[in-house]
């Protein structure tokens, strides 16, 4: 199949992914993938998300996450927008394993090349969303309706 998707610097943050072909809504892009680890063990070598704004983590289950910084793909780099035109949607498996949860990185819009691919990460910290962790997590998405953070309101 040919490539339909690129990294390269983004002018929302570091390195981020970008269409090169055509991509239509409801197709899905590329997986999320790397190393599977329990929270406890990603807070006990990452921290709690109050020392960083950075993450390369993305949860699967209350059971565990994956850490991309360990056998990431591509789709690490895709960084997060407050107006995205992508989701990332988590297919648990029928057999009742954690470990074989995936997570599909998915167009909601069609998608132009060109385009920066973005969907919005919800990031929920299990410590209190403070206006300091807030601006530790600044959002430079540049949507209008841009939330300012990439922290989601707990509720
Ligand atoms: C999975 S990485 C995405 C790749 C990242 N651009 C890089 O070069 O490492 C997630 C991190 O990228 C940054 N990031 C992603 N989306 C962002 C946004 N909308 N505004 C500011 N920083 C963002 C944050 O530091 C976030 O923790
Ligand atoms: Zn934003």
């Excluded at 970008?18 to 680890?37: Q, R």
């Excluded at 929270?39 to 983590?57: K, R, V």
């Excluded at 998608?111 to 410590?127: A, H, R, W």
Aim: glycine share 10%; aromatic share 6%; charged share 30%.
């Amino acid at each position: 199949m040919t490539r339909r998707i690129v990294a390269r610097r983004s002018p929302i943050h570091g390195n981020g992914v970008f269409a090169v072909a055509p991509i239509k809504k409801g197709e899905e892009i590329i997986e999320y993938k790397g190393t599977l680890m329990t929270h406890a063990e990603a807070d006990e070598l990452y921290g709690d998300g109050g020392e960083t704004g950075h993450t390369f983590l993305f949860t699967l289950n209350d059971e565990l996450l994956i850490d991309a910084n360990r056998k990431g793909n591509t789709a690490r780099w895709i960084n997060h927008s407050c107006d995205p035109n992508c989701q990332a949607v988590i297919e648990e498996n029928t057999d009742g394993n954690p470990r074989k949860d995936r997570v599909l990185i998915e167009a909601i819009r069609n998608i132009k090349p060109g385009e920066e691919l973005t969907y919005d990460y919800g990031i929920v910290l299990d410590v209190p969303h403070t206006a300091r962790l807030k601006k530790l997590w600044k959002c430079l998405c540049g949507s209008k309706n841009c939330t300012g953070t990439l922290l989601k309101s707990k509720r």
